[in-house]
Every structure is written in C-alpha cells, then in structure tokens.
C-alpha cells in the first residue's frame, strides 16, 4: 500500500527566509502526487499537483515543488516566506488507477516576525 | 460550478448522544464522497468512501457508519458517541475515475467536541 510520509511535524521560521517542507513516499509505478494546504479551522485547499511532464510545479502564491523519482520525494519549497503562509501542509499520493488519495500527517509552518 | 457544503460547522455533543453530519455536492453528478477524521497530531484518517449511492466503503473499524442516500448526499452517523470521535471531520468529494488527475475538493469541516 501506498504511505507518505512528511519528516517534519512543525516548521518554525521568520518572515522572508525560504523554506523546504520534505514529503517522502513509497515507490510505485504512476504515482501522482499533490500538496494542499489548511489555515486553521479550515477545509483543505489545492496547492499544487504532479501529474506528468516537468517534474517542477508552481502554485500561484510562489511556492513550488519538484518531483524527484529516484529519492521518491515531492519537497515544497519557497523562496521567501509570508506571515500570511502560516498554515498545514499535507503532501498526498494516488496511485494510478485507485479512487483513494493517501495523506501524509502534515507540516505546521510557523511564520514569525 | 461545483460547489461543496458540509455542516454544521462547529458541533459540541454529550458522550452516549447520536450524531448525524451532512455534506452535499452541488454542480456536478456521480462524484466519489468522502469522510476523513482530523485529530491532533494525527494526521487526516479515511473513514469512509463512496462511489456510488449504496457504495460505501470502511477504511477503519469504528463507532461510526456513513449513507449515502442521494447521488450527492454523504451523511456520517453514530448512535452513541464516545470521547474519542471528538475531532475536525472533512467531507471531500472527486470526480468518478478522476481522483488521479484532480485530487480531491473538501468542504470546510466539521469541528465535533464530545463532552
């Protein structure tokens, strides 16, 4: 089956530095890959998404992604972090085929001032 | 557009009392339906999923069940609520055959507090 997991529970840091959330899954042939975001007390939001083609993808609001098959890794970067970014991120997979999208258990980034 | 609702948005129930949660789609036909429970520290946990009306699928054993009694109708029910079913319950909702390509759409959960 297919599992994700996200190396950091929580993610301290200021304002402007960059930031790298590590979201690492099982190896398996077609797998697609996605991050969602959730401010709290909130539903989860569409981030961005791999499905094929570049294996670096972007959100609108800067951060970006990029598909690495031989570390099975899918880590979401920015460049430069907004108080505004505070929030969970969760990193999922679906493997080709399957209806059911397995989550990691999410990243708390804490931007500060 | 497609549209999801999911309420009530906040929920403090007695431990022993039932519980009854509703989501809807709107917009769209034969959607795939699911319950994912948030507890702290926990993660998101798949409850139940649905890809049909009186197709639905357990993912965990527990003091939970789920209906589906309209094509974009999902209802999470219990008879008796304990302690450890306090947690934020999000409905989410994918295109049938699509859940690769599009991901999931979740509504805005449910906080439930038993006490």
């Known amino acids: 089956a297919q599992s994700v997991t996200q190396l950091d529970s929580q993610v301290p840091v200021f304002e402007e530095a960059p930031v790298e959330l590590r979201c690492n899954y099982s190896?398996?042939?077609?797998?697609?890959l996605f991050w969602y975001v959730q401010y709290p007390n909130q539903g989860l939001q569409l981030l961005l998404k791999?499905?094929?083609?570049?294996?670096l993808v972007e959100s609108i609001n800067g951060f970006e992604a990029e598909f690495n098959k031989s570390q099975t890794s899918f880590h979401l970067r920015k460049p430069s972090v907004h108080i505004s970014d505070t929030a969970e991120y969760f990193c999922?997979?679906?493997?080709?085929?399957?209806?059911?999208?397995?989550f990691g258990k999410g990243t708390k980034l804490t931007v500060n001032p | 557009s497609q549209t999801i609702h999911q309420w009530p948005a906040t929920l403090v129930q007695p431990v022993g009392s039932p519980l009854s949660l509703e989501c809807t789609v709107e917009?769209?036909?034969?959607?795939?339906l699911y319950w994912y429970r948030q507890a702290a520290g926990r993660g998101l946990q798949l409850l139940f999923y649905?890809?049909?009306?009186?197709?639905i699928s357990s993912e965990v054993p527990q003091n939970l069940s789920a209906s589906r009694p309209q094509d974009r109708q999902f209802i999470l029910s219990s008879k008796k609520l304990l302690l450890s079913d306090s947690g934020f319950y999000l409905c989410?909702?994918?295109?049938?055959?699509?859940?690769?390509?599009?991901?999931?759409?979740f509504g805005s959960g449910t906080r439930l507090t038993v006490v």
């Open positions: 917009g769209t036909s034969n959607p795939n």
């Open positions: 190896s398996s042939v077609s797998v697609y």
């Open positions: 649905s890809v049909g009306i009186g197709q």
């Open positions: 989410a909702w994918s295109l049938l055959g699509r859940a690769t390509g599009y991901g999931y759409t």
């Open positions: 791999y499905l094929s083609g570049s294996t």
């Open positions: 999922a997979v679906v493997q080709g085929g399957s209806e059911k999208l397995v």
